[in-house]
């Protein structure tokens, strides 16, 4: 159960670690089960696209610099369903949401050694639009976080800015969202540094980012996403399927019909 201070914290600046979610045996296990994702499902890609990679890196490290994702883990493994569902942890997000709460999705972000992709600032409502900030998302650590392999930062309090407009097209085409990289610094963010087994959690307008992996160890995360489930989606990933409610009940509003079986 968080204190009433961690409940202030996250409503004042947008985010908020909770140490020692789960356990070493549980981190152990998702650590395994990771592994095994990664070696039968996962892709590695270049990654997010557009001008930001340059002004993130030089062209050397551009070109090697790459992301390992996959969505959805909670559907191939039930280690990650349990991490997903964790009591402890609904309960935290019932604290920050209101009692009624829904998994939206999991997606996998492994920065490969040396050249683990970085991750220019921005906001995650671009990716999955909602109507509005009732909306969290948790990040997984399976491993410790520092400014070496690529902690995750945020703009203190920048959730209290709504939805922010994106770059998300230039003069070659489509790019992935982010911020302009002349308005938004990742040198004007706070470090959130944590440990396996914790979590870091932010409102989906809170602005972040990331530095590049510079270890010879891969930094292993996964985000899972999670909403009143009263907070319409508008566009984005997983937009339109229902997902599992982690916390409380799905009421019914006028208007509202069965959730779709196919």
Known sequence: MLTQQQVDFYHEHGYLRIPEVFTPEETEELSQEMDRLVEDWAFTSPGWNGPWRLAYMDPETEKKSQLTAMHDLHFY????????????????????LGRNVELHHTTMHIKPPQTGHPFPMHQDNPFYGHQDGRFIDVLVHLDDTSHENGEIRFLDGSHKMGHLDHVTETEEGPCSPHLPTDQYHLEDTVAVPARAGDVVLFCIDTVHGSYINQTKKPRRLVRMGYRDPQNRQEYGQSMGRPGVMVSGYRERKAGDELLPIA
């Open 77 to 96: 493994s039930v280690a990650w369903m349990r991490a997903a569902t964790n009591r402890k942890l609904a309960k935290a997000l019932s604290q920050l």
